[in-house]
Nanobody, 120 residues
């Protein structure tokens, strides 16, 4: 299995920036798809950005302000968020999907989430 731990959330003023981190541990070599999602109060969880093989997919409304990256040597994924808006306030989750050959099963792992609040 794969364990995920997010960090880097907090309170930021509109127009500010934050960088979130997601540290992965366990059978990280079995990850096929990894990305960020967010859930605002009263709303469904939505895609922010994801690595899917050699492809990077962003939510259309966020791609000009958010950048996903990763450091494979550190098993860590990042989300750089710029020009933050109050509507970006949400809990941000790290997600990893893949296939674990040791169990013969697919997995869909989530971190505990990190709160991002954009407010003056």
């Amino acid at each position: 299995q794969v364990q995920l731990v997010e960090s880097g959330g907090g309170l930021v003023q509109p127009g500010g920036s934050l960088r979130l981190s997601c540290a992965a541990s366990g059978r990280t070599f079995s990850i096929g798809r990894m990305g960020w999602y967010r859930q605002a109060p009263g709303k469904q969880r939505e895609l922010v950005a994801v690595f899917a093989g050699d492809t990077t997919v962003y939510a259309d409304s966020l791609k000009d302000r958010f950048t996903i990256s990763r450091d494979n040597a550190k098993n860590t994924m990042y989300l750089q968020m710029n020009s933050l808006k109050p509507e970006d306030t949400a809990v941000y989750y790290c997600n990893a999907k893949g296939y674990d050959s040791s169990t013969g099963k697919g997995f869909d792992s989530w971190g505990q989430g990190t709160q991002v609040t954009v407010s003056s």
